[in-house]
């Protein structure tokens, strides 16, 4: 890559950033500047946090449970992330954050060491759904 190259993003910078090996795009599509690159993540990150959410709402649902009521799947999905959701909520409710977040972890660490690709495993979002509610049901007194 030339030093010379400008990201045809946002045609004004030089290209500093190529795509990394795991993500499905085409290759061509990430070979943009810093700013660009932070853009087009920050909205795949808010596009995941949102659809996993959802998909956390709707696994705890099919179970027949809901999330507490201070709780989305959202919130939780971002409190995973940053850790901030915690600070308005009593000790009870962030220590049974604290538990999900360590299982969830654990559970998709497990998952990374288990499927080729990882995240972008077709397997991935049945079996992470599949090992959520496992543990749930393993753990009542959280749900």
Sequence with gaps: MSS???CPRCGVRPIEISEPDHTTEPPTT?????????EIMHKRLEAFVRQSG????DAFQQTG?????ELSGEAMVRSFIDGSF?????????????????AIAKIVEQLKS??????SNPEFEARFVARVE?????HPELS
């Excluded at 449970?65 to 009521?69: E, K």
Aim: charged share 35%; with cysteine; proline share 8%.
């Design 114 to 119: 288990e499927l080729p690709g990882a995240h």
């Design 30 to 38: 990430l070979r943009v500047c810093r700013p660009c690159f932070d």
């Design 86 to 102: 915690e600070r308005g909520l009593d000790e009870a409710t962030r220590q049974r954050i604290e538990q999900w977040r360590a």
């Design 65 to 69: 449970s809901r999330l507490p009521p």
């Design 54 to 57: 959802k998909q956390l709402e």
């Design 4 to 6: 010379h190259e400008i």
């Design 134 to 138: 496992q543990w749930r049901n393993e």
